[in-house]
């Protein structure tokens, strides 16, 4: 069946590092362009990352331009997502989705809790 | 590059319809016809609603509606059902070193 699944949460100390991976089934991963998005405890959602489908473009947002970065590996249908020197306000679920029809989200996983904290 | 501007909550009967806005700037709304609105559940992903302003992805009723007036753009819920009880984002493409921004999200309310 067609879906996203993320892995790799958890409890991390600022300015330690974390991956979070996305495995997609049911669809052709290397056709489609992924994005990150988050959602802090009890907040809205923010978007944070996108690769496109061949992995030759990445665009962040500005929170987390030159910490995060993210890659994909379309052998493997799985999209990551590496996250370094973790501040507090990282705290977040983050999902990652498809892209459609550029800029919008129309498959989302369930996301991972990353949780930034000493 | 700032969230955009949504009103904290909204609420109407059954039957009724009711719209919630989404404010920008020239930068963002009112520059592109990237506007996208997404549904969100207590404890769940969130749901592309409405893309491209005012169209509707396969499945998604047509009671969902959008618009886009200038820099401001709008969901219109008609028939409002209980299960529409839910978390409404809207969102865009921006020009700006943050190049995709959410809403500051809209709690929809079913009387």
């Known amino acids: 069946q067609v879906q996203l699944v993320e892995s790799g949460g958890g409890v991390v100390q600022p300015g330690r590092s974390l991956r979070l991976s996305c495995a997609a089934s049911?669809?052709?991963?290397?056709?489609?362009?992924m994005h990150w998005v988050r959602q802090a405890p009890g907040k809205g959602l923010e978007w944070v990352a996108l690769?496109?489908?061949?992995?030759?473009?990445?665009y962040y947002a500005e929170s987390v331009k030159g910490r995060f970065t993210i890659s994909r590996d379309n052998s493997k249908n799985t999209l990551y997502l590496q996250m370094n020197s973790l501040r507090a306000e990282d705290t977040a679920v983050y999902y990652c989705?498809?892209?459609?029809?550029?800029?919008?989200?129309?498959?989302w996983g369930r996301g991972t809790l990353v949780t930034v904290s000493s | 590059q700032s969230a955009l501007t949504q009103p904290a909550s909204v609420s109407g009967s059954p039957g009724q319809s009711i719209t919630i806005s989404c404010t920008g700037t020239?930068?963002?709304?009112?520059?592109?016809?990237?506007v996208s609105w997404y549904q969100q559940h207590p404890g769940k992903a969130p749901k592309l609603m409405i893309y491209?302003?005012?169209n509707r992805p396969s499945g998604v009723s047509n009671r969902f509606s959008g618009s886009k007036s200038g820099n401001t753009a709008s969901l219109t819920i008609s028939g409002l059902q209980a299960e529409d009880e839910a978390d409404y984002y809207c969102?865009?493409?921006?020009?700006?070193?943050?190049?995709?921004?959410f809403g500051t999200g809209t709690k929809v309310t079913v009387l």
């Open positions: 020239s930068s963002d709304v009112g520059g592109y016809n990237y």
């Open positions: 491209d302003v005012s």
């Open positions: 049911g669809f052709t991963f290397s056709s489609y362009g």
């Open positions: 989705a498809r892209d459609y029809d550029e800029w919008n989200f129309d498959l």
């Open positions: 690769i496109w489908y061949d992995g030759s473009n990445k």
């Open positions: 969102s865009s493409y921006a020009s700006s070193s943050t190049p995709y921004v």
